[in-house]
């Protein structure tokens, strides 16, 4: 790490003015932050810590739920609150990372870290999504882990083990920024352009609204992972049967979140239940149009795994019987 | 401003009765908060219930201020990434990575570590567990361990298995001392549980069932290792490394670095052409770690990298022609036409490829050493598996120098020697005239620290219709990197029948190999007996049956009875034949290990107030080296083990062999008995023929002052002789449709000749198979195959076993014959397990995955050729 200035901001002005500074970062857990600055890819001159500005915990509000942005992970996984109403989540939190690590970690800092490509991660390797003209050395280099679908250019996977569960229960996110605050869907602001709403310079998330209609017993998260103990997911996935119209997202697949557009495929699956030849037709859509590259085309089948999976524990079916 | 802190939660404050959100004041709207750094600054901690005043860097991490200034070297650093847990302090009762947390963000709450907990003299609840359950080999990884579990029981008193292996998930052990921590953690939480099998193992348990000598120091957290060490005036330095698998330095700021401030050297050579990822290419000196990492960055080396073959596959291409060989190239000789012509009666012959890949040792605690050369006279604290293999370092420094290397947080065969961090601290010690610490970060550390060497194996073997080996081709290559001797146990441990065999090394880009627990034994028994059961396969033989034919170690042939049946091979269901998504299947593998005691000499004296001391140079890397000689002495002399006291890693102390080949306790064993012998006729009044505490105390009450001294050596009245076999059993449960497998039960029966400590002995062999099914299914050292950089040199990405990973264990101590006396047991526990790992994954799918790691994509890979 190289040596930077420390503030701890004391109010919301004061982080948003730091926010649009260059050479300042924020910080909210710090996990990524010092990992990034250990790694040498990050050399801010000044961060500035959020914990006095976040909101944190899990509160109801409506019919629905909000969550702080700086609510850990660890906090999201023992909430009483999301463990009963929207179990995905709860389980997507409790699976990422290390006990340790979730303890610190905070639901604003995961969904906005920096991907886990090895070579970004790298102060040896140029990299395109970090220095333009850089190239990208993962296409004829390692990429196992790297993604399946939109993987053109940078092809770098959304790394938030939240991220797929949080689009399932629509989540709005409620982002301040230096032209005041804003409500916007996360999916848009996480990955759309700044035009569809997508995230602005500048801007800090301070929490999340899952609506009322999202919520209930019928939403799971699946992943999928060669170590069980602590590893970034090969492929996950959240469903979620709460909803009026059910929804399916992937993870760990796109650079971002990657919703599965099958509506009337999801709600025939409600309606009769997760018959097999409906699931299989299910996860043929959600691989369909993926692009994968040569080191990584096995990975489908996981992705068709989690999707499978997801769906039967969202609906409380017990996998072993299919 | 549209959204403040307040609107946020204006919804939801009357709403939130659970809970709440933690609230802090902010109504600051001018920019008042003050501005710390960059510079280092007072900062109040208060660490164990007490404040301590640390200078700090806003970039200064907890971990830093707690070890290096705040007396707190139990809190260990070892991935400082996040990853390993070792590092584990509660914050405000919360467990927290110290190496992630910035030590100006702690300020204001309770730091608790390890040293909180308790002390040796009177450990806390659940060090006392970790203590009654052995809990505990190097004991690198334990503080961080008893942390996450105080943190899991604080939160639920009466935390159940499932919840407490959870609580552990983000905590690493090399030495895999797991099924102990589980047992402890278990024990902790007011459940009642036998430490280790004292039914099935204590009747082989010739003298103690007491736990280690050391565990309370190590577990809570005062033991000193090399890498706590410290001295008042110490420079910190490192290498610079080549991160290219060849390239040329082109250019070094080393003038901007020479003017940094606290830098005391910096040479690194320019246009300098080197050949492998992790080769030095110079070093830097600094007053701190801070000051040399900004130099380390500073330097801004410019590589011009040259493409290179990376893929063992393609350097032996290069090298050898095609892998596996034509056979006409294998026949050529006399030797290969007998071999062949062996297969002509054969009702089987069996043809295959199995690879093995690159393992990296990765101790817990970096190599490395400190180098002082201000006290008198000079010390070298090393982290080394070898007292006697550094006093070289002597030399270097050009003064008499004592190595120190009293508690070493595992080596596993990569730290024979002080390697070149030693002799980088003694160069600069010698010139600076200042003590010199030079301890691997963790890329350091995958980079070139060691590394199991990778392996290709090509086996062409037939057998007669009973089952019985007839002969045919073994053809090995190495895969060696710059190094030397990739020798592969190929074949290994079963009557083969008339073989030719061909070994090759391939050489690439990566860093030598150094020598591995077993060196070539692991890689040799996956192939082997994954050619036994394919072989059983293509006969329709039952697995046992072929090795009961086969195998000419007489003691096996009795394990593998006992063995199955303890298992229960009898419900090992027909290969290939289920249908379901989740398949489990049972295999089995093999070891044996002999070697002849190395010299080694031991000095003892009897005291007036009737204790013993007892003085060997050697080391306990985690092996339980103390303990032994403890136990050994306190058996011969026939008094309790309370009595004794033992020093060691100390190269002033009597000499003894390094830990290698599995002959520590092998060696010391002989001359503890023999000192003991010596001293027991030395006594002035003979002592009772059946010994005993009183008798001791009385016998010694009129020694002098100085105590009555006798010294030993490694007589071979009182050698160990013969092997140590082992067999061990797998099950498995494979997902078809991810690939993923898990290891649910392991049966590990090994002989070892006596026991003399039956925990730190079951200790030995769980971690032994831990290591095995780390290496089975996870480990990879993963280059880029462009440039070859090690990509995942860290402890995230490079994948070590942890908790949630760890199966049921059974460890069955198999007594050796009366007067066996003591045999090897470091290295044969871990030969035996991927080979029975991946023949139970073959045994549950039909499908045989040939290369190891077994992943997710090979299995899925298997099972689709198979389909
Ligand atoms: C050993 C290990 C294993 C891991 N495994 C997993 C895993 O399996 N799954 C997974 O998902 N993650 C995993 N991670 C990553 C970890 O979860 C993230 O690093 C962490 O969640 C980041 O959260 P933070 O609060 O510490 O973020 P920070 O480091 O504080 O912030 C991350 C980034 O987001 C920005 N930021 C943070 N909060 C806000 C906000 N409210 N508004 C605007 N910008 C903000 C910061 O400026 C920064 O750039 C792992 C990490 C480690 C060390
Ligand atoms: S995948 Fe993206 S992040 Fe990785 S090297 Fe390529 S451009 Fe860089
Ligand atoms: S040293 Fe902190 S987690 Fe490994
Ligand atoms: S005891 Fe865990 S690393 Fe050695």
Redesign the pocket.
């Known amino acids: 790490m190289r040596r930077f200035e420390y503030r701890i901001a004391a109010g919301l002005d004061e982080a948003l003015a730091a926010a649009s500074r260059p050479g300042t970062v924020l910080k909210a857990g710090g996990v990524d932050l010092l990992d990034r600055m250990k790694e040498g890819i990050e050399r801010p001159a000044l961060v500035v810590g959020l914990q006095q500005v976040l909101p944190a915990g899990v509160a109801e509000e409506g019919g629905g739920l909000v969550l702080g942005a700086g609510t850990t992970l660890a906090e999201l996984e023992r909430s009483p609150l999301l463990r009963e109403r929207a179990p995905a989540l709860a389980r997507a939190a409790g699976e990422a990372a290390t006990p340790q690590i979730r303890e610190m970690a905070t639901l604003g800092g995961n969904l906005l870290q920096m ?1 886990r ?1 090895l ?2 991660r790298s102060r040896h390797y140029p ?3 970090t220095d333009p003209g850089g190239g ?4 004829e280099g390692e990429h196992e882990t ?1 993604a399946l679908f939109e993987n053109e250019g ?3 996977v959304h790394p938030s083990n939240v991220a797929p569960a949080l689009l399932a229960l629509e989540a709005e996110a409620e982002v301040a920024g230096p032209g005041g605050g804003r409500h916007v869907g996360l999916a848009a602001w996480l990955g759309a352009g700044a035009e569809e709403g997508g995230r602005r310079p500048g801007e800090i998330l301070l929490g999340l609204r899952l609506p009322g209609r999202a919520l209930g017993d019928r939403c799971a998260h699946a992943e999928v992972r060669a170590r069980q103990s602590f590893d970034w997911p090969l492929a996950m996935a959240a469903a979620n049967f709460n909803l009026e119209q059910p929804r399916l997202v992937l993870g760990a697949v796109a650079p971002r979140p990657w919703p599965v557009a099958a509506p009337e495929l999801l709600r025939e699956i409600r309606e009769r239940g997760p018959e097999a030849e409906l699931l299989e037709r299910l996860v043929t859509r959600a691989a369909a149009g993926a692009t994968p590259l040569p080191g990584n085309a096995w990975r489908l089948r996981l992705l068709r795994a989690a999707a499978r999976r997801a769906v039967l524990q969202a609906l409380h079916v017990a996998e072993e019987t299919w | 401003m549209g959204v403040s802190r307040r609107d946020f939660l204006a919804g939801s404050a009357a709403a939130a009765a659970v809970p709440p959100f933690r609230s802090a004041p902010g109504p600051a709207t001018e920019e008042t908060s003050p501005v710390l750094g960059p510079g280092a600054a007072p900062l109040i901690l208060r660490v164990d219930g007490k404040e301590i005043e640390v200078r700090a860097e806003p970039r200064t991490t907890l971990l830093e201020a707690l070890r290096w200034q705040a007396g707190r070297s139990g809190v260990k650093q070892v991935c400082d990434r996040g990853a390993c847990g070792a590092c584990t302090v509660l914050l405000d009762g919360r467990p927290v990575v110290s190496c992630m947390t910035l030590a100006v963000d702690a300020a204001g709450h309770e730091v608790t570590t390890v040293h909180g907990l308790g002390t040796p003299e009177a450990p806390g609840r659940v060090q006392q567990a970790f203590i009654e359950h052995d809990a505990v080999q190097c004991g690198y990884c334990i503080p961080g361990f008893v942390t996450s579990i105080e943190a899991a029981i604080r939160r639920n008193p009466a935390a159940d298995l499932e919840e407490l292996k959870r609580a552990v998930a983000g905590n690493l052990c090399r030495c895999g001392t797991y099924n102990k921590v589980f047992e402890a953690a278990l024990r902790a939480s007011g459940h009642a549980v036998p430490a280790g099998f004292p039914e099935l193992n204590a009747p082989a348990c010739v003298e103690n069932e007491a736990p280690r000598v050391d565990a309370p120091e190590k577990i809570c957290g005062t033991a000193v290792y090399g890498a706590d060490h410290t001295a008042p005036g110490l420079l910190f330095a490192a290498h610079v490394l080549c991160p290219w698998s060849s390239a040329t330095l082109k250019s070094a700021d080393l003038e901007t670095v020479r003017r940094l401030p606290g830098v005391v050297e910096a040479e690194v050579e320019v246009g300098g052409r080197f050949e492998y990822c992790g080769a030095p290419a110079g070093h830097v000196c600094a007053e701190s770690p801070a000051a040399l990492r900004d130099a380390l960055t500073a330097l801004d080396l410019q590589w011009e990298p040259e493409l290179v073959v990376n893929d063992p596959l393609g350097q032996h291409e290069e090298q050898f022609g095609p892998f596996p060989p034509p056979r006409e190239s294998l026949t050529e000789t006399e030797e290969g036409r007998r071999a062949e012509a062996a297969l002509e009666d054969a009702a089987v012959v069996v043809e295959a490829a199995y690879a093995t890949q690159i393992q990296n040792h990765n101790p817990l605690e970096p190599h490395g050493a400190l180098v002082d050369p201000t006290v008198e006279p000079a010390e070298a604290w090393v982290s080394t598996q070898g007292t006697f293999t550094c006093t070289g370092l002597g030399r270097r420094l050009g003064k008499e120098t004592v190595v120190r290397c009293e508690f070493v947080g595992g080596g596993f065969g990569s730290k024979f020697g002080p390697g070149r961090e030693g002799a980088l601290a003694a160069e600069i010690a010698a010139r600076t005239g200042r003590p010199v610490r030079v301890f691997n970060d963790r890329e350091a550390e995958q980079l070139d620290a060691g590394n199991r060497p990778g392996s290709l194996q090509w086996m062409r073997i037939g057998a007669d219709a009973e089952g019985r080996l007839l002969g045919g081709q073994v053809y090995t290559a190495g895969i060696v990197g710059i190094g030397r001797r990739g020798g592969v146990s190929n074949p290994a441990w079963y009557d083969w029948g008339t073989i030719h065999r061909k070994h090759v090394d391939v050489r690439g880009h990566h860093s030598p190999p150094r020598a591995f627990r077993a060196p070539g034994r692991p890689q040799g028994t996956f192939a082997c007996d994954s050619m036994m059961d394919e072989l059983a396969e293509a006969l329709g033989m039952d697995p046992i049956e072929i090795r009961l034919r086969n195998d000419p170690s007489e003691v096996r042939r009795a394990m593998y009875r006992t063995g199955a049946e303890a298992f229960g091979w009898e419900q090992r269901r027909p290969t290939g034949s289920q249908k379901g998504r989740l398949r489990r299947g049972m295999g089995v593998g093999v070891c044996d290990w002999g070697n002849a005691p190395g010299r080694c000499r031991v000095r003892v004296v009897a005291r007036p107030d009737g204790s013993v001391d007892l003085y060997s140079g050697t080391q306990d890397i985690g092996q339980g080296q103390r303990t032994v000689i403890a136990d050994l002495a306190a058996r011969q002399l026939r008094i309790s083990r309370e009595r004794v006291r033992v020093h060691l890693g100390d190269s002033q102390l009597p000499n003894g062999p390094a830990s290698g080949g599995s002959v520590t306790a092998r060696s010391t064993a002989p001359a503890v008995m023999d000192a003991c012998e010596r001293l027991l006729e030395k006594f002035p009044v003979p002592l009772g023929r059946n010994g005993g505490d009183d008798a001791w105390e009385a016998a010694c009450r009129d020694l002098p002052e100085e105590g009555l001294e006798a010294s030993g050596r490694a007589d071979e009245r009182y050698w160990g002789t013969g092997g140590s076999e082992g067999v061990q059993f797998a099950e498995v449960e494979v997902d078809t449709e991810t690939g993923v497998v898990r290891v649910l039960r392991v049966y590990a029966l090994q002989a070892c000749g006596l026991v003399v400590n039956r925990l730190a002995a079951e200790n030995q062999v769980i971690g032994g198979v831990l290591q095995g099914i780390s290496y089975a299914l996870f480990e990879d050292r993963l280059a880029d195959p462009v440039y070859g950089y090690q990509l995942n040199a860290d402890l995230l990405h490079y994948k070590i076993l942890g908790a949630l990973d760890v199966p049921e264990i059974t460890v069955h101590l198999w007594p050796g014959p009366e007067g066996a006396g003591v045999r090897s047991l470091g290295e044969p526990p871990t030969i035996p397990t991927s080979a029975a790992v991946g023949n139970a994954v073959a045994n549950a799918t039909g499908a045989r995955v040939r290369s190891l790691p077994i992943t997710p994509r090979r299995v899925l890979e298997a099972l689709e050729e198979q389909a």
């Open positions: 991907p490509c070579y970004l990299c395109e999504a990208c050395p993962a296409r790297h940078c092809s770098a």
